[in-house]
């Protein structure tokens, strides 16, 4: 098997690693939900060796992401976990400082999103912080013109999925005890949004 390789994880992963390292300075445990291929993991793992860097994904894609993992060869990336968004009620999990996820919220249905951010209000310590990276919208309008023609590509091949808005998510935000903290502009219009448990 080959390990998996995505451009766009190669093109975004300096510019997030740019805010992680002030963002997860006092952090110490850190769940990635959605690690696709592995290559966040392993280059956020070596560039933050102070981080514990969980990797979590459907089965389908662990053996990939253990592939990345092995040839690393580092102490601080665990071994990747089964984790399903749709069975997130399931999952036995330990309480976390900090959770990280990419690109993944506008590939899911909004029930699977509501059930996420249910589960962050139950695993996050107390001040522990949600980080999503990806497009968002404001007040149901579209960053650029990019974003609604990916909008629509994402909706003719599913139609449960689409660019989250920051209205509905900071409602499912309210329901689960977190608050939003930072809405930071990326390149390529994208966003990373911090949340913190109250």
Known sequence: MNKPFYESCEENKQVILQQLQSLFK?????LEIGSGSGQHAVF???QMAHLQWQPSDLQENLAG????RQQAGL???KAPIEL???NLQAADLAAVDAVFTANTLHIMSIVHVEALFQAMGRWLQPGGLFC???PFNHNGQFSSDSNARFDQWLKQRDAVSGIRDLSELSKFAEQAGIGLKEDIEMPVNNRILIWSKH
């Not at 006092?26 to 850190?30: A, S, T």
């Not at 992401?65 to 990345?68: A, G, V």
């Open 75 to 77: 102490s601080n990336i």
């Open 132 to 134: 999503c990276y990806g």
């Open 65 to 68: 992401i253990e592939l990345w």
């Open 26 to 30: 006092p952090v110490r445990q850190v």
């Open 44 to 46: 956020f793992s070596q």
């Open 84 to 86: 399903d968004v749709m």
